[in-house]
């Protein structure tokens, strides 16, 4: 069974920092490219960040670039995203996905306030 488990959401004051990791079974992970999304309070789903299988090259919407940062580890079958300096703006569901979205996580909560 595929499966893609988002963890490490949760509350933080502006500023702060979280490591949401995104563990992947039932697939070959590393043949993957990958994806972050998110959806805040009653907005659509927004990219925020995506790496691919091969290189690792990376990439970031404008809103996140120089504050998350994403990373894989093929080995344990996991993504990572770093965010750091987080906004309130930054509030929303995190999802993690297959970059062609046939597969995605349950999601976990991120929440920045003070």
């Known amino acids: 069974e595929v499966q893609l488990v988002e963890s490490g959401g949760g509350l933080v004051q502006p500023g702060g920092s979280l490591r949401l990791s995104c563990a992947a079974s039932?697939?070959?992970?590393?043949?993957?490219?990958m994806t972050w999304v998110r959806q805040a309070p009653g907005k659509g789903l927004e990219w925020v960040s995506g790496i691919n299988s091969g290189s690792g090259s990376t990439s970031y919407a404008d809103s996140v670039k120089g504050r998350f940062t994403i990373s894989r580890d093929n080995a344990k079958n996991t993504m990572i995203l770093q965010m750091n300096s987080l906004k309130p703006e930054d509030t929303a569901e995190y999802y993690c996905?297959?970059?062609?979205?046939?597969?995605w996580g349950q999601g976990t909560q991120v929440t920045v306030s003070s």
């Open positions: 039932g697939f070959t992970f590393s043949t993957y490219a």
């Open positions: 996905a297959t970059s062609v979205c046939d597969y």
